[in-house]
């Protein structure tokens, strides 16, 4: 990641080395009590860089910015808020312990939170639009999506199939994955993420929060050792065709300018790319297959023709493919949840995004297959058993003492610091 991110799931390396994956540089112990909160706030502002200048997220104002990441603080621990003046804090200072925290409702969620606003270490949220979440360990920056985005995020499960766990698990990757875990010293070391297990601490709590968040053990993300997608993140993008549609002109307004914002997103993160054509359930099974097909291939072109190169150059492979599937399913793939019910949410192109190699739909030859393992950072031991609740079980989760396996049962999993990262 430019930075580095997670969940969630571009990634795109802009700066060496990658500031996610920075070896950590604080170690704090903060006390059991809460004492005033300082550290943690949200920018009034588009800051660029490192925030793309051409962002649409630089329109956004302070409220919107404020919204934005409130919406996350909150569904990690509703103890918490976004205040007036944009600072992090608890709704009724000191009221609550750290070992309340560590043992009440969401307690991964709310620990991190409290250890976080507790550092004496400031650490600021960025909202992005063209930019994929990710946390930038040389600056204490933490990029996050606007909740006016068009895009979601999610990674691979354990089992390879892609899900997508929602914004609060992604906020919870970067913030408590990543963010903490640098500002307590225990970070892992900077590592090659494509080819070792150094994400795996992040990702075990990244599933902690999805887990309290009641996401299914099944749909948890994936380990780095999970199989080929490696529990990587990715960002999608869905376009909504009308009856019979199946050219670019033939869009919404609305639809174009998301097919417009995947092109930036894609621009900006320097990402693989996936795109996958549905349709609904009229005409014959020919006909269904052919349709999904045209809008995919549409969508592709429209792409190309806007700028975007058909290779790409990334995590030391050189000018391999940058669409690894584009492909029709008619309609043997319906939308999920509710969406199912209007056969206009069927006819759709999902254009899905990765930044790292193993995220994308068929991860392109060369793409490293072994898991290294990375050393247990060395002050992950007195973490662990901290007089602190809450980093007691922030340490734990990362680094339990007997890992487990990468099985959908294994409750603590996760994403990237992303380079979107996601993620």
Known sequence: MKKTRSTYPVSVS???PPPHLFQPRLAVEPEAVPSIQ???????THVSPPLPPGDSAAGLNRQQRFRSANRLVTGLCNDFHVNHSGQVVERRPGRRT????ASGSNP???CCLNLITQSPNRWDILVTEHDGPHTRGG????VISSDRAPIAFGSFTSGGALTFQGAVSVFGHELCGHAVLMDQGIHPPNADRIRTDVH?????IENQISTERGVNPSNLRGLASSGVHRGESVAKVEIL?????????????NERKKLTFAQEFIRNNNTWVDILGHSDNSGNAAARNTASLNRAQKVKDFLLAGGIS????????RAVKRFTRVEGLGNTVPPTGRSRRNQRNWRRVEILMAGFPAGAQRPVSGTPSGVASVATPAGVGAARGSANACLSLIANTAYPVSPPSSSPASRPTSRPAVTPPIP
């Open 14 to 16: 802009r700066q060496a």
């Open 38 to 44: 300082r550290s943690l706030f949200v920018s009034p």
């Open 98 to 101: 750290a070992a309340q925290y």
């Open 108 to 110: 991964v969620g709310c």
């Open 139 to 142: 600056t204490n920056q933490l």
């Open 200 to 204: 795996d601490p992040t990702v075990r």
């Open 241 to 253: 065709f009308g009856l019979g549609a199946t050219t670019v002109p033939s869009l919404s307004t």
């Open 310 to 317: 058909p290779t790409i150059t990334k995590h030391g492979l």
